[in-house]
């Protein structure tokens, strides 16, 4: 296969900026110092012009600052959880965010009427009566997502006047609220202006965008969320086996 002119360097490039930002975000480097120039070189076989573009690339991301005489270092630690976490449906490790380590900065709490689309997904006539609950995700007092949740009832009576102290999954627990299966639609986009604005963030960053359903442990669908997460201060893991199917 032929490659066009520059075609090939471009490539390279591009190989390098995965490998070093998946390095990076996954906090591979010690105390966040990224090897020089040459350890780059000799490592991935590429030329210092390769080296180069590629930490560019993720100097312009905001991944990483390079200091002459210091060299090059992570700043940014995104968080990482699990997918099984995120929706809920497991006990939250130790070091997980959803084990206590963020609060909410809360923007609507409030009975709306059903809009028609959110009626649809949960299963309600549209008008009827369903709690709108709004918030920022805060880590360490950063925004890292924010959240529209529409919740039916009777599990909007319970969260109504709940106190909201940490994560989703918490104030469900607290307000004596189980789920049994929790579907997420993951896509992405760029933050508008109310968003970037809500988000800390400049208008055009790319955000992880997700669709929530949660369903109680009868099958009913009664929490409908639109979340919008900041791409590059969050991390999903997800892991299966084909052994699970066996």
Same mark, same amino acid.
């Given at each position: 296969? %032929?490659?066009?002119?520059?075609?090939?360097? &471009?490539?390279?490039?591009?190989?390098?900026?995965?490998?070093? @930002?998946?390095?990076?975000?996954?906090?591979?480097?010690?105390?966040?110092?990224?090897?020089?120039?040459?350890?780059?070189?000799?490592?991935?076989?590429?030329?210092?012009?390769?080296?180069?573009?590629a930490?560019?690339?993720?100097?312009t991301?905001?991944?990483?600052?390079?200091?002459?005489?210091?060299g090059t !270092? *992570?700043?940014?630690?995104? =968080?990482?959880?699990?997918?099984?976490? &995120? !929706?809920?449906?497991?006990?939250?490790?130790?070091?997980?965010?959803?084990?206590?380590?963020?609060?909410? @900065? +809360?923007?609507?709490?409030?009975?709306?009427?059903?809009?028609? *689309?959110?009626?649809? %997904?949960?299963?309600?006539?549209?008008?009827?009566?369903?709690? %709108?609950?709004?918030?920022?995700?805060? !880590?360490?007092?950063?925004?890292? #997502?924010? &959240?529209?949740?529409?919740? %039916?009832?009777? +599990?909007?009576? #319970?969260?109504?006047?709940?106190?909201?102290?940490?994560?989703?999954?918490?104030?469900?627990?607290?307000?004596?609220?189980?789920?049994?299966?929790?579907?997420?639609?993951?896509?992405?986009?760029? #933050?508008?202006?109310?968003?970037?604005? *809500?988000?800390? =963030?400049r208008?055009?960053?790319?955000?992880?965008?997700?669709?929530?359903?949660?369903?109680?442990?009868?099958? @009913?669908?009664?929490?409908? &969320?639109?979340? !919008?997460?900041?791409?590059?201060?969050?991390?999903?893991?997800? @892991? #299966?086996?084909?052994?699970?199917?066996?």
């Open positions: 296969m %032929r490659t066009a002119p520059g075609g090939q360097r &471009a490539h390279d490039v591009r190989r390098l900026r995965d490998i070093l @930002r998946a390095t990076v975000r996954g906090g591979g480097y010690e105390r966040g110092q990224l090897p020089s120039e040459i350890e780059l070189m000799t490592a991935y076989r590429v030329s210092r012009a390769t080296v180069r573009a930490l560019a690339l993720l100097r991301e905001g991944l990483i600052e390079r200091t002459q005489g210091i !270092h *992570a700043v940014l630690e995104p =968080v990482t959880t699990s997918l099984p976490e &995120a !929706h809920g449906v497991m006990k939250p490790t130790v070091g997980s965010m959803f084990n206590h380590r963020m609060r909410p @900065r +809360e923007l609507d709490r409030s009975m709306v009427p059903a809009p028609g *689309a959110i009626a649809e %997904r949960l299963e309600i006539a549209p008008g009827t009566p369903c709690l %709108r609950l709004e918030y920022l995700a805060l !880590h360490e007092d950063e925004p890292l #997502a924010l &959240a529209t949740n529409y919740v %039916r009832c009777p +599990e909007a009576i #319970a969260l109504r006047d709940t106190p909201f102290v940490s994560d989703w999954y918490q104030l469900l627990a607290d307000s004596g609220v189980a789920l049994s299966d929790s579907e997420f639609v993951i896509d992405c986009e760029p #933050a508008d202006a109310p968003l970037a604005a *809500a988000l800390g =963030v208008e055009g960053t790319p955000l992880i965008s997700m669709e929530q359903i949660i369903y109680d442990l009868g099958g @009913r669908p009664f929490d409908v &969320a639109f979340i !919008h997460t900041r791409g590059e201060r969050f991390r999903f893991v997800s @892991r #299966a086996s084909s052994r699970e199917l066996k």
